[in-house]
């Protein structure tokens, strides 16, 4: 059975804030542009549909 997983705009923050952490740390200068995108890339990856603004 496949469950398909989607968001309606609200992000995937992680179970501890990781997405606010990595990109607070990225806009500080402290976090490299890759490490960033790479977490953002992994938070994405379990979503089965992209978010749309077809309302």
Do not use: D, N
């Not at 995937?12 to 806009?27: D, M």
Request: glycine share 10%; aromatic share 12%.
């Amino acid at each position: 059975m496949t469950i398909l997983t989607h968001t309606l705009g609200f992000p995937r923050v992680g179970l501890r804030r990781e997405l606010k952490k990595a990109q607070e740390s990225y806009w500080a200068g402290t976090q490299r542009v890759k490490r960033y995108w790479r977490w953002a890339r992994t938070a994405r990856a379990s979503l089965g549909a992209a978010e749309t603004s077809g309302y």
